[in-house]
């Protein structure tokens, strides 16, 4: 298990797991804010929620990062919020550096392996927002990217719930991850963000309802960006329907490209700056 190490700069805090890259951030003077962008976008299942049927909400998170989405979650929106980090050095840092709070009615956060979580019979249907950021200690490819697991994702939503994934990674393929995504919900029932300026592509995948209308959707952004800091307008610009790549070839006849061929990724760099996993927002 990689050690967890903390790093500051700028008025951010960050958490690094054995290597320079970014595995989540935190603003010391505003230590609830979602300081980084794709982590902002992770909580566009928002859009898919009636917010005046919010409440209640009953949010999985498989990777615990920063604490970011769960520090959100728990004590800003004030919903019942479980967490699944295999690392509990992860879980002791974000208690002592990251505001973690302490388990409660709302909260719990289980020390464990996501993959096992999602495919145990016990959780079906136990989640109506499921936020999924797994990734290595180098952050070159989820950690958890199979169409099995995204099936138990599925399984593990109920009706009406909603999933968020962030696909990051020079190993990683957008196009294949989101594949296997459609493979378990439905090519009908995924959409994505374009790419965020540090690579992040946030994927949105539901259950159980069709996507609403763009008017339905700038109404609902237009009140989550009223009730909290979040770039909800903005969301619903970037969203859009997702639909396979007609060069991409089924899984029978594999293309002859690598991965790597087939996605450019950009060059590492400094490591506060652009050789992370997950950049400040501006």
């Given at each position: 298990m990689p050690d967890a190490t903390v790093s500051e700069m700028a008025g951010v805090r960050y958490l690094h797991l054995d290597t320079p890259w970014i595995q989540g951030a935190m603003r010391i003077r505003q230590p609830h804010k979602l300081e980084l962008e794709y982590i902002q976008r992770m909580m566009a299942w928002l859009l898919l929620r009636d917010p005046e049927q919010l409440a209640g909400t009953r949010t999985l998170h498989l990777g615990l990062g920063a604490a970011a989405l769960t520090?959100?979650?728990h004590s800003e929106l004030r919903l019942p919020t479980t967490v699944v980090e295999l690392n509990?050095?992860?879980i002791r840092i974000c208690?002592?550096?990251f505001h973690l709070p302490d388990d409660d009615e709302r909260l719990c956060v289980i020390e464990g392996d996501a993959d096992r979580y999602v495919r145990d019979a016990a959780h079906i249907g136990s989640a109506d927002a499921l936020c999924v950021d797994l990734y290595d200690h180098e952050a070159?490819?989820?950690?958890?990217?199979?169409?099995?697991f995204y099936r138990?994702?599925?399984q593990v939503l109920d009706d009406g719930g909603v999933m968020t994934v962030n696909l990051f990674g020079r190993d990683a393929s957008f196009e294949r991850s989101a594949q296997r995504i459609a493979a378990a919900f439905g090519d009908a029932h995924v959409a994505v963000f374009k790419p965020t300026s540090d690579g992040n592509t946030i994927v949105l995948a539901w259950k159980g309802f069709t996507l609403p209308e763009r008017e339905v959707l700038v109404q609902r952004a237009e009140t989550l960006a009223t009730r909290w800091p979040l770039p909800a307008r903005k969301w619903v610009k970037l969203l859009s329907a997702w639909a396979p790549e007609k060069s991409v070839k089924p899984a029978a006849k594999p293309a002859a490209k690598t991965a790597a061929e087939a996605e450019p990724q950009a060059e590492p760099e400094a490591a506060a700056k652009s050789a992370r996993k997950k950049a400040a927002s501006p």
């Amino acid at each position: 298990m990689p050690d967890a190490t903390v790093s500051e700069m700028a008025g951010v805090r960050y958490l690094h797991l054995d290597t320079p890259w970014i595995q989540g951030a935190m603003r010391i003077r505003q230590p609830h804010k979602l300081e980084l962008e794709y982590i902002q976008r992770m909580m566009a299942w928002l859009l898919l929620r009636d917010p005046e049927q919010l409440a209640g909400t009953r949010t999985l998170h498989l990777g615990l990062g920063a604490a970011a989405l769960t520090k959100f979650c728990h004590s800003e929106l004030r919903l019942p919020t479980t967490v699944v980090e295999l690392n509990p050095q992860v879980i002791r840092i974000c208690h002592a550096w990251f505001h973690l709070p302490d388990d409660d009615e709302r909260l719990c956060v289980i020390e464990g392996d996501a993959d096992r979580y999602v495919r145990d019979a016990a959780h079906i249907g136990s989640a109506d927002a499921l936020c999924v950021d797994l990734y290595d200690h180098e952050a070159a490819s989820p950690a958890l990217d199979d169409e099995a697991f995204y099936r138990a994702c599925w399984q593990v939503l109920d009706d009406g719930g909603v999933m968020t994934v962030n696909l990051f990674g020079r190993d990683a393929s957008f196009e294949r991850s989101a594949q296997r995504i459609a493979a378990a919900f439905g090519d009908a029932h995924v959409a994505v963000f374009k790419p965020t300026s540090d690579g992040n592509t946030i994927v949105l995948a539901w259950k159980g309802f069709t996507l609403p209308e763009r008017e339905v959707l700038v109404q609902r952004a237009e009140t989550l960006a009223t009730r909290w800091p979040l770039p909800a307008r903005k969301w619903v610009k970037l969203l859009s329907a997702w639909a396979p790549e007609k060069s991409v070839k089924p899984a029978a006849k594999p293309a002859a490209k690598t991965a790597a061929e087939a996605e450019p990724q950009a060059e590492p760099e400094a490591a506060a700056k652009s050789a992370r996993k997950k950049a400040a927002s501006p």
